[in-house]
């Protein structure tokens, strides 16, 4: 009765809450021996990923450490939702703000933007 009960609760939030872009994807950073030594890194979206390093592009930031590597959508890629009578304008920086659909020089929020990033 409880798993149909949360079934019904998520399908319902699921239509009123719908999500336009998001997404994380996680994973385990990768081992090799070389020369008798263990080397780590993580198999980042641009290449290869020291452990401790962080990057942000295109509107995704990626952290590898020696335990886990997981990239997350930023900004407007982060988990924006819809708001009635409202869309989403994407703007530079991946920020965003949402704006009347009869007119979008009409704001309904503020402009949201990601924290600077710090490398």
């Not at 719908?18 to 993580?42: D, H, L, N, Q």
């Not at 990057?55 to 009635?84: S, V």
């Not at 304008?89 to 933007?113: A, W």
Request: hydrophobic residues 35%; glycine residues 8%.
């Amino acid at each position: 009765m409880k798993i149909i009960f949360a079934a019904v609760v998520c399908m319902l939030v699921a239509m009123v809450i719908e999500p336009i872009e998001s997404y994380c994807f996680a994973g385990r950073p990768k081992v090799s021996m070389t020369g008798g030594k263990f080397e780590v890194w993580c198999d980042g979206p641009h290449g290869i990923m020291k452990p401790g390093q962080v990057t942000r592009d295109n509107c995704e930031e990626c952290h590898c450490t020696f335990l886990h590597f997981n990239c997350c959508g930023i900004g407007y890629k982060a988990g924006a939702f819809m708001i009635p009578g409202c869309e989403i304008q994407k703007l530079d920086n991946c920020c965003y703000q949402f704006v009347k659909s009869s007119n979008s020089s009409i704001p309904c929020t503020e402009v949201e933007c990601p924290k600077p990033f710090k490398p």
